[in-house]
């Protein structure tokens, strides 16, 4: 595909249920990365992947969410036993890095909004 | 990371010039300053990105004084679609081997009236 792809497009759960989001980023984009917004507020950054490996998994934000990406292509975000203030919106975005390449020159996906009831 | 300051909110007319400053007086020698633009619904989109002095694409132009301890982007003769939240972030290519966290914070509002 020309773009990000994320899925699904929304997801309504209950309460204490586990939630997988999945994104397709750009072919050939090595980087990887997941935000949280939530209603007017900005991009909370979540975790980061450079090929299938993720240096950095302190910007998620309890135990119940996790990560991770495979083949160097497709990521999955899972959140388990889910809360209500999990509801937001999860964005994914790629981007090519390379040795000349700044990693903020970062292509979004639509995002898949997540309400928890 | 080098933290970056820019006003909440900004109103502007159709046909004007906008030009929406951010502030970043700690920018390493190695980081880039990068604009995104996000409409309600939608992932952030990339605007421009620079370096130095002056860049200008299809879409806006980038100011950048010497001391690079601020940009501007400017948005010519601006319509109504580009009410929007607008993004500015600084970093450099290595960043992530640092185990920096990208901080787009919560942007300007941008609204155009008619």
């Known amino acids: 595909g020309a773009g990000v792809s994320q899925s699904p497009s929304n997801k309504v759960t209950e309460k204490g249920k586990d939630v997988e989001l999945r994104c397709d980023p750009i072919?050939?984009?090595?980087?990887l990365y997941w935000y949280r917004q939530s209603l007017g507020q900005g991009l909370e950054f979540l975790i980061y992947?450079?090929?299938?490996?993720?240096?950095?998994k302190s910007g998620l934000p309890s135990d119940r969410f996790s990560a991770e990406r495979t083949g160097g292509s497709v990521s999955t975000l899972t959140i388990q036993r889910t809360q209500q203030e999990d509801s937001a919106v999860y964005l994914c975005?790629?981007?090519?890095?390379?040795?000349?390449?700044?990693?903020?020159?970062?292509?979004f996906g639509p995002g898949t909004r997540l309400t928890v009831t | 990371l080098a933290k970056t300051t820019q006003p909440i909110s900004m109103d502007s007319y159709e046909g004007q010039e906008v030009n929406i400053t951010c502030s970043h007086n700690?920018?390493?020698?190695?980081?880039?300053i990068t604009w995104y633009q996000q409409f309600p619904s939608q992932g952030p989109r990339f605007i421009i990105q620079g370096y130095k002095t002056k860049v200008t694409n299809e879409v806006a132009s980038l100011f950048i004084p010497a001391d690079r301890k601020s940009s501007t982007l400017s948005l010519p003769r601006v319509s109504l679609s580009d009410t929007a939240v607008y993004y500015c972030l600084v970093g450099d290519s290595v960043m992530m081997n640092r185990d920096d966290k990208i901080i787009f914070g919560k942007g300007t509002r941008l609204h155009i009236l008619p």
């Open positions: 992947f450079q090929g299938n490996s993720a240096p950095d």
């Open positions: 975005a790629s981007s090519l890095t390379t040795g000349t390449s700044s990693p903020y020159e970062q292509y």
């Open positions: 700690n920018i390493a020698t190695n980081d880039y």
């Open positions: 072919s050939g984009h090595t980087a």
